[in-house]
C-alpha cells in the first residue's frame, strides 16, 4: 500500500513517466506469466506489481477510465455482489481474505487487457507461459516416477506444490501448445484438403510439443485429477472439431487407447476415476472415508445453506466459519474402511465445488453474473473464431475456448473464484483474448 501511495503521488507530479509506468507493468505480466507454474509467491508479485504500474500508467496518462472489454459487465457485477457481502458476511475476516483476492485478480485482468495493448506483447507472454509450463510438466513427469504415482496413492505436486491445482494448469499449458502452436487454424474453405504441413507448421517443433503433450497426459495420470480430465478432454474434443471432424475422431480414437492404457497398468488411477460413478470403489484410507461421498456430502450442505440464504448468502469466504459453527447443516458422513460403518468427519470445511460454493456465499445474484462471464467466455471466442480472417486471433480465441472449458471443469471439484493458481491463469487467458479482440484488423482481415 505504501508502493502504491508513492507510484501514484508520483504519477499526478510527472505524467512524463508514464512509459516507464507502462513497461513496469508489462513486467509485472512477464513475470506472472513466467512463475505462475513454477513459483506461486513470485508470480502473485508480479500481479502485484502488474495492477500497481499500470494504476500509475492510467493516472500518468489522465485517463480514469478502466479497459473497455467484452467481459466488463458480468465482471463489475460480480465484483460489486463479492464487496457488497462484506455487510452481511457471517465473517469479516474470511470474506476480507478470499473477496480481497477476487478483486485483486479482477483487477490484474484489467491491467494484462490494458496493456498488452499489441500482437507483439501478447506473443511475448503466451511465449513466457508455454517456456514455464513445458518446464513444470517435465519436473512432474520426474516427480511422478520418482514418487512411484502410477502404482501408489502418492500424487505429485509439481513445482508449486499443489496436487489439486498442478494437473489443471498442465492442463492449461496442454490447449495452449494445442492451440497456439500445433494447430493451424485457417479459416473453413480456404484450402483444400488437410495436409500434414497445414496441421504441423514445423517438424522438429512438432516432435518437441509432442513430446511434452505426452508428459503432460502423464502428469494429469499421476496427480490421479478427475477434475483436469473433466476439463482437458472436452476442450482437445472441441479445439480438433474447430480443425477438422477427421482430426475430432483421431482424438477420440487417441484419449481412448490412452486411457485404457493407463486403466491397464495403474489400478489406483482407475478406481479414482471410476468412483465418480461407484462412490465405494474408492476409499482414502488416510482420511477414513470415501472420497467421493464426501464431496456429495459437502456439496449438500452447500445448498442448504443456499437454501437458508437464497439472495444474500453467508458472505464470501464464509461458508467455513458458517459449516463449523452450525451443525445441523453439516451433513458430510463417511465410510471408515476398516469398519465399514458410517462416521462423523471433518474432512473438510468448503464445497469443493466452485458453483456451490457461489450459491452458499454470495447468493442467486452472483451466481447468475458468473454464469453470464461463463458463457461470454465461451461465446465470444467462437464468434471471433468463426468470423474472423485474423490467424492470429484465431488462434487466441480457440486458446480461450479451450482454456474456459477446462476451468469450468475445475470449479466442480478443486478450483474457487479466489484460487490464485487456477482462477487468475484463467482471467489471464481471457485478458488476452480481450487485448487480442480490440486489435485493429490486419491486413487481409475482413
Given at each position: 500500500m505504501?508502493?502504491?501511495?508513492?507510484?501514484?503521488?508520483l504519477?499526478?507530479?510527472?505524467p512524463e513517466?508514464?512509459?516507464f509506468?507502462?513497461?513496469?507493468?508489462?513486467f509485472?505480466?512477464?513475470?506472472?506469466?513466467?512463475?505462475?507454474?513454477?513459483?506461486?509467491?513470485?508470480?502473485?508479485f508480479?500481479?502485484?506489481?502488474?495492477?500497481?504500474?499500470?494504476?500509475?500508467y492510467?493516472?500518468?496518462e489522465r485517463?480514469?477510465y478502466?479497459?473497455k472489454?467484452?467481459?466488463?459487465?458480468?465482471?463489475?457485477i460480480?465484483?460489486?455482489?463479492v464487496?457488497?457481502?462484506f455487510?452481511?458476511?457471517?465473517?469479516?475476516?474470511d470474506?476480507?481474505?478470499?473477496?480481497?483476492?477476487?478483486?485483486?485478480?479482477?483487477?490484474f485482468?484489467?491491467?494484462?487487457?490494458?496493456?498488452?495493448?499489441?500482437?507483439?506483447?501478447?506473443?511475448?507472454?503466451?511465449?513466457?507461459?508455454?517456456?514455464?509450463i513445458?518446464?513444470?510438466?517435465?519436473?512432474?513427469?520426474?516427480?511422478?516416477?520418482?514418487?512411484?504415482a502410477?502404482?501408489?496413492?502418492n500424487?505429485?505436486?509439481?513445482?508449486?506444490?499443489?496436487?489439486?491445482?498442478?494437473p489443471?494448469?498442465?492442463?492449461y499449458g496442454?490447449?495452449?501448445?494445442?492451440?497456439?502452436?500445433?494447430l493451424?487454424?485457417?479459416k473453413?474453405?480456404?484450402?483444400?484438403?488437410?495436409?500434414?504441413a497445414?496441421?504441423?507448421?514445423?517438424?522438429?517443433?512438432?516432435?518437441?510439443?509432442?513430446?511434452?503433450?505426452?508428459?503432460?497426459?502423464?502428469?494429469?495420470?499421476?496427480?490421479?485429477?478427475?477434475?483436469a480430465?473433466?476439463?482437458?478432454i472436452p476442450?482437445?474434443?472441441?479445439l480438433?472439431?474447430?480443425?477438422s471432424?477427421?482430426?475430432?475422431?483421431?482424438?477420440l480414437?487417441?484419449?481412448?487407447?490412452?486411457?485404457?492404457?493407463?486403466?491397464?497398468v495403474s489400478k489406483?488411477?482407475?478406481?479414482?476415476i471410476?468412483?465418480?460413478f461407484?462412490?465405494?470403489?474408492?476409499?482414502?484410507?488416510l482420511k477414513?472415508?470415501?472420497?467421493?461421498?464426501?464431496?456429495?456430502?459437502?456439496?449438500e450442505?452447500?445448498?442448504t445453506?443456499f437454501?437458508?440464504?437464497?439472495?444474500?448468502?453467508v458472505?464470501v469466504g464464509?461458508?467455513?466459519?458458517y459449516?463449523?459453527?452450525h451443525?445441523?447443516?453439516?451433513f458430510?458422513?463417511?465410510?471408515?474402511?476398516?469398519t465399514?460403518?458410517?462416521?462423523y468427519?471433518?474432512?473438510?470445511?468448503?464445497?469443493?465445488?466452485?458453483?456451490?460454493?457461489?450459491?452458499?456465499?454470495?447468493?442467486i445474484?452472483?451466481?447468475?453474473a458468473?454464469m453470464?462471464?461463463?458463457f461470454?467466455?465461451l461465446?465470444?471466442?467462437f464468434?471471433?473464431?468463426?468470423?474472423?480472417?485474423?490467424?492470429f486471433k484465431?488462434?487466441?480465441?480457440?486458446m480461450t475456448?479451450g482454456?474456459?472449458?477446462?476451468?469450468?471443469?475445475?470449479?466442480a471439484?478443486?478450483?474457487?473464484?479466489?484460487?490464485d493458481?487456477?482462477?487468475?491463469?484463467w482471467?489471464f487467458?481471457?485478458?488476452?483474448?480481450?487485448?487480442?479482440?480490440?486489435l485493429?484488423?490486419?491486413s487481409?482481415?475482413?
Amino acid at each position: 500500500m505504501l508502493s502504491a501511495s508513492v507510484l501514484i503521488a508520483l504519477a499526478v507530479k510527472k505524467p512524463e513517466l508514464s512509459g516507464f509506468f507502462e513497461k513496469a507493468g508489462l513486467f509485472g505480466i512477464f513475470l506472472f506469466a513466467l512463475f505462475i507454474p513454477l513459483e506461486d509467491g513470485f508470480a502473485v508479485f508480479g500481479m502485484t506489481a502488474a495492477i500497481i504500474f499500470f494504476s500509475a500508467y492510467k493516472i500518468a496518462e489522465r485517463d480514469i477510465y478502466i479497459p473497455k472489454t467484452v467481459f466488463n459487465a458480468p465482471l463489475l457485477i460480480y465484483a460489486a455482489i463479492v464487496l457488497a457481502s462484506f455487510i452481511w458476511t457471517y465473517s469479516f475476516k474470511d470474506s476480507l481474505n478470499e473477496g480481497g483476492e477476487i478483486v485483486y485478480f479482477i483487477l490484474f485482468f484489467f491491467a494484462a487487457a490494458g496493456l498488452l495493448n499489441t500482437r507483439k506483447r501478447i506473443n511475448l507472454m503466451v511465449y513466457t507461459f508455454t517456456l514455464a509450463i513445458c518446464i513444470a510438466i517435465i519436473y512432474g513427469f520426474f516427480q511422478g516416477i520418482f514418487i512411484n504415482a502410477l502404482h501408489s496413492q502418492n500424487r505429485l505436486t509439481g513445482l508449486i506444490g499443489n496436487w489439486v491445482g498442478f494437473p489443471v494448469q498442465v492442463s492449461y499449458g496442454l490447449i495452449v501448445i494445442i492451440a497456439y502452436y500445433l494447430l493451424n487454424f485457417k479459416k473453413r474453405g480456404e484450402s483444400g484438403a488437410i495436409s500434414l504441413a497445414g496441421i504441423i507448421p514445423n517438424a522438429a517443433s512438432a516432435v518437441f510439443f509432442g513430446f511434452i503433450l505426452l508428459l503432460g497426459f502423464f502428469d494429469i495420470a499421476f496427480a490421479k485429477a478427475r477434475s483436469a480430465w473433466l476439463g482437458i478432454i472436452p476442450a482437445i474434443f472441441v479445439l480438433m472439431y474447430l480443425k477438422s471432424k477427421k482430426l475430432f475422431f483421431a482424438a477420440l480414437i487417441l484419449l481412448f487407447v490412452l486411457n485404457i492404457g493407463i486403466f491397464s497398468v495403474s489400478k489406483t488411477f482407475k478406481n479414482r476415476i471410476f468412483s465418480m460413478f461407484n462412490p465405494k470403489i474408492y476409499r482414502l484410507e488416510l482420511k477414513n472415508h470415501g472420497d467421493i461421498e464426501s464431496h456429495i456430502a459437502l456439496i449438500e450442505s452447500a445448498w442448504t445453506v443456499f437454501k437458508r440464504f437464497p439472495l444474500t448468502g453467508v458472505g464470501v469466504g464464509a461458508f467455513s466459519k458458517y459449516f463449523d459453527e452450525h451443525k445441523d447443516v453439516r451433513f458430510p458422513w463417511y465410510y471408515n474402511p476398516k469398519t465399514g460403518k458410517k462416521l462423523y468427519d471433518l474432512y473438510d470445511n468448503w464445497p469443493e465445488n466452485g458453483y456451490m460454493q457461489t450459491l452458499a456465499e454470495t447468493g442467486i445474484f452472483s451466481f447468475m453474473a458468473l454464469m453470464w462471464l461463463f458463457f461470454l467466455a465461451l461465446q465470444k471466442p467462437f464468434k471471433l473464431f468463426k468470423y474472423s480472417g485474423d490467424k492470429f486471433k484465431r488462434k487466441i480465441a480457440a486458446m480461450t475456448i479451450g482454456a474456459s472449458i477446462i476451468f469450468y471443469g475445475s470449479f466442480a471439484g478443486v478450483s474457487n473464484m479466489s484460487n490464485d493458481e487456477l482462477t487468475n491463469l484463467w482471467l489471464f487467458f481471457l485478458a488476452l483474448f480481450a487485448a487480442a479482440n480490440s486489435l485493429p484488423l490486419a491486413s487481409g482481415e475482413k
